[in-house]
């Protein structure tokens, strides 16, 4: 299986941060963090629910300082995910979390772009970044980061939406979204994680989005999978992290299995890889030992995961 080449296309850099990382990065940057090993750290890898994971994943990545740890913690899961199989990566970053405790834009995305543009040469993975905005904070401070990746000119793919899902729908970044696509931006946004079918709907609809992140809880509007499944719109599906932050009970009862057979255009990710118990290949492995997928199907996904992609038709070819 992981010889297939995969794109990775949901994948939040601040969710690649290994315990150990987290800690070396602490020590180098003179944090203290509230927990005194790798072990208690890890301890706290159960999680409620989304927001129970995302004060987890804010506080951890405020070791993240320099634009040389930006680099690091890109590099790292540039090499882990060759291993995996990853041929392309389409990674999110969340600026406003780190300009929210006083760390520059220029930093962050000089220190991510610096690793990706070695990407090839590193490690034949072709790469991109989507710019992801926090939905719980407000529109105007998305719509400051979007400015700023302009003025700064840093080449993007595009623009997603990320964080605490239930009560921030998508209608809230009508005018982000409206400027990006102006300026010749991908547009993606996670909705139907938590969140309910009206919000993939609005994300479809109002924001005109590519892509949708996640987009599990589809299934339970009949009409919205009609209009997927027809539009062949991209959901990137997150198994390990569904379980983890208990959008879904077990693996075994996961929709994405009925999701393929619904002819959806689904695709297999690893979201927050550290916390979530595995990168791309462990969600691979864990979704074809726990679900009834066969062969085919598992190269459907694959292939999902390329078609899907914002990757040129040249680099497509090669990887399909
Ligand atoms: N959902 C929403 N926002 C996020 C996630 C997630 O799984 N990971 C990082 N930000
Ligand atoms: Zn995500």
Same mark, same amino acid.
């Given at each position: 299986?992981?010889?297939? *080449? /995969? +794109? ?8 690649? !941060? ?5 800690? $070396? ?38 070791? &993240? ?5 930006? +680099? ?13 199989? /990853? ?14 405790? #006083? ?5 962050? &995305? $000089? ?14 993975? =072709? =790469? ?9 904070? =407000? ?58 079918? $009206?919000?993939?709907? %609005? ?6 989005? %590519? ?6 809880? @589809?299934?339970?509007?009949?009409? &919205? ?5 027809? %539009?062949?719109? *991209?959901?990137?599906? @997150? ?16 929709? !994405? ?12 990710? =690893? ?6 118990? #595995? ?21 459907? !996904? ?17 990887? &399909?």
């Amino acid at each position: 299986m992981t010889h297939l *080449p /995969v +794109a990775e296309l949901h994948l939040h850099l601040e969710g690649t !941060l290994e315990p150990e990382t987290i800690f $070396e990065l602490a020590e180098r940057n003179k944090i203290t963090l509230p927990y005194s090993d790798v072990d208690e750290l890890k301890a706290l890898f159960e999680f409620a629910d989304l927001q129970a994971f995302l004060d987890l994943y804010y506080a951890n990545m405020s070791t &993240l300082r320099t634009a040389a740890d930006f +680099a690091e913690m890109t590099d790292a899961y540039l090499t882990r995910a060759a291993i995996a199989g /990853v041929r392309h990566a389409e990674v999110f970053i969340d600026p406003q979390a780190h300009l929210l405790r #006083g760390i520059a834009l220029e930093e962050v &995305l $000089e220190g991510v772009t610096s690793a990706l543009d070695a990407s090839v040469a590193n490690h034949g993975m =072709s =790469s991109g970044l989507i710019v992801s905005m926090l939905r719980d904070q =407000s529109a105007e401070s998305a719509m400051n980061v979007l400015d700023g990746v302009i003025a700064l000119g840093t080449p993007i793919l595009g623009i997603g939406l990320d964080s605490a899902e239930v009560g921030h729908p998508p209608s809230k970044f009508v005018e982000v979204y409206a400027k990006a696509r102006a300026e010749g931006l991908h547009l993606v946004a996670h909705a139907g994680e938590e969140g309910p079918p $009206e919000y993939i709907w %609005e994300a479809l609809d109002l924001l005109g989005v %590519e892509r949708i992140d996640h987009g599990i809880r @589809c299934m339970e509007d009949e009409r &919205l999978v009609e209009r997927l499944t027809a %539009e062949r719109v *991209p959901l990137t599906v @997150c198994p390990l992290s569904n379980v983890s932050l208990k959008a879904i009970g077990r693996l075994s009862d996961h929709p !994405l299995e009925s999701m393929l057979r619904r002819g959806l255009n689904v695709s297999v990710h =690893s979201d927050d890889p550290s916390y979530f118990g #595995g990168y791309i290949d462990d969600n691979f492995r864990e979704v074809s030992d726990a679900l009834d997928l066969d062969v085919d199907d598992l190269v459907t !996904l694959a292939r999902n995961s390329v078609t899907s992609s914002f990757a040129d038709d040249v680099r497509k070819a090669e990887l &399909l």
